[in-house]
């Protein structure tokens, strides 16, 4: 007989005593693809949120010429955001494909930080794979390492000494940074009413998901299964799950 496989252990509730949040992912749809109907569920209870992509996703469709793609990816984005209650999204201009974990995003990051000052942090998963054997993407663990050093340069005017100078006075006031779709996750927010929002933001994508093709192209399809296995762990119908990293 087999030996019975674990149960994964239930998710908590995240902590949602905040006003303002920054979501700095690497490529337009990484945040649609399982976190913006959360993004929803904050913007309807009046929090603010800010997105910054380190890249404008040039590189992301196959058929198109990246200076052509940049620009019509960037407008999706805004048009995405927009169906979540974001009314400010930054492109910092990293390179798609090729982004670099080193001193210039981290100053761009902490840039971003100082000037919103935030009270949460938001990426997604960073660790070398999604869980089990599936890989993730080189941007993304670039951003997401990267935030992790950043956000704490935010708070200490003796690194990146040039910010102060440009008028951006430091912020320690990040209280957490919260990664979405984590293998490591052990908290989640329950997205039940919004996922459908959430769905509509994807959709937005409509060049990147029709060069895409295949499962992940299906909007419903493919946030209905993440959403329904987190919210199973929740408690709820439908969840986004969260690996936590308290800063106070």
Not at 111 to 128: C, E, G, Q, S
């Amino acid at each position: 007989m087999t030996e019975p496989q674990p149960q994964p252990k239930p998710f908590e509730h995240v902590d949602e005593d905040w006003q303002s949040a920054l979501v700095v992912v690497a490529h337009p749809d990484d945040m649609e693809y399982g976190g913006a109907a959360a993004v929803a569920r904050w913007t309807d209870q009046g929090k603010k949120v800010v997105y910054v992509m380190a890249t404008s996703g040039e590189a992301g469709i196959d058929s198109m010429d990246p200076e052509q793609c940049g620009p019509l990816r960037e407008a999706e984005q805004i048009a995405s955001a927009a169906v979540v209650g974001v009314d400010t999204v930054e492109f910092l201009g990293h390179p798609d494909g090729t982004v670099e974990n080193g001193l210039p995003l981290r100053r761009d990051i902490a840039r971003a930080v100082r000037r919103h000052r935030p009270d949460i942090v938001i990426t997604i998963n960073f660790h070398d794979t999604w869980g089990g054997p599936y890989l993730n993407q080189a941007d993304h663990i670039a951003v997401g390492r990267a935030l992790l050093d950043g956000v704490r340069d935010a708070g200490n005017r003796w690194i990146f000494r040039e910010l102060t100078a440009e008028g951006h006075e430091p912020w320690n006031g990040v209280r957490a940074i919260w990664v979405s779709g984590s293998p490591e996750s052990g908290h989640a927010v329950d997205i039940t009413e919004h996922f459908d929002r959430g769905v509509a933001s994807l959709e937005q994508h409509k060049a990147y998901l029709a060069g895409l093709g295949g499962a992940m192209a299906d909007a419903r399809g493919f946030l209905e299964g993440f959403g329904r296995e987190a919210g199973t762990r929740l408690g709820t119908r439908f969840a986004v799950p969260f690996e936590v990293f308290p800063l106070d």
